[in-house]
T-cell receptor, first 115, second 115 residues
Framework: DTGVSQDPRHKITKRGQNVTFRCDPI?????LYWYRQTLGQGPEFLTY????????KSRLLSDRFSAERPKGSFSTLEIQRTEQGDSAMYLC?????????????FGPGTRLTVL | AQKVTQAQTEISVVEKEDVTLDCVYE???????LFWYKQPPSGELVFLIR??????QNEISGRYSWNFQKSTSSFNFTITASQVVDSAVYFC????????????FGKGTRLHILP
């Protein structure tokens, strides 16, 4: 296993379109986190899963955003009716609760541009 | 609430100079972790260090060193003999087990190393 992967790496879309991103965590990692990073800012927490259960959602996650992790492995983040303000880097991270340090490993991110 | 403040938005130094990046954090948790990440122009987050709240020993790794002081809630990062390849955005961050290890990032410091 080579680490957390995200697909696509870049996405350009027109305002109003729906987009979906995928994150494949490190195998056996039971926690998966989504963060968003806008230009000039640090990453901000969006939501996280423990196995298939979505345990917390940030207030940043509007109704247009939905995340799933159906089998407790990969996760998808969908944005409906995209807006220009959704343009950002979307980062995924995974961790294993059996690790005493609970270290999060980050993926390379998906950079979204909404025109 | 948890918060990480990186007061320096942007720093420029000439190659081979030493540079210190400041980080001040706020948390009411007694057990927490502090991090530093590097984000080069490619956009990936590169993990540099994690420190737990019970370990105030300073750490040195090559040209990098970290000074953790609980008394002032600071976790500063020094690069000695800077190199052009050190140019990047550096993020200080905080997490705690009580909050499901969500990572709270500062806004980052953009470091320019001039040849």
């Amino acid at each position: 296993d080579t680490g957390v992967s995200q697909d696509p790496r870049h996405k350009i879309t027109k305002r109003g379109q729906n987009v979906t991103f995928r994150c494949d965590p490190i195998s056996e990692h039971n926690r998966l986190y989504w963060y968003r990073q806008t230009l000039g800012q640090g990453p901000e927490f969006l939501t996280y899963f423990q196995n298939e259960a979505q345990l917390e959602k940030s207030r940043l996650l509007s109704d247009r955003f939905s995340a799933e992790r159906p089998k407790g492995s990969f996760s998808t983040l969908e944005i409906q009716r995209t807006e220009q303000g959704d343009s950002a880097m979307y980062l995924c991270a995974s961790s294993f609760t059996g690790d005493p340090h609970n270290e999060q490993f980050f993926g390379p991110g998906t950079r979204l541009t909404v025109l | 609430a948890q918060k990480v403040t990186q007061a320096q938005t942007e720093i420029s130094v000439v190659e081979k100079e030493d540079v210190t990046l400041d980080c001040v954090y706020e948390t009411r948790d007694t057990t927490y972790y502090l991090f530093w990440y590097k984000q080069p122009p490619s956009g990936e987050l590169v993990f540099l260090i994690r420190r737990n709240s019970f370990d105030e020993q300073n750490e040195i790794s090559g040209r990098y060193s970290w000074n953790f002081q609980k008394s002032t809630s600071s976790f500063n990062f020094t690069i000695t003999a800077s190199q052009v390849v050190d140019s990047a955005v550096y993020f200080c961050a905080l997490s705690s087990m009580n909050r499901d290890d969500k990572i709270i990032f500062g806004k980052g410091t953009r470091l320019h190393i001039l040849p």
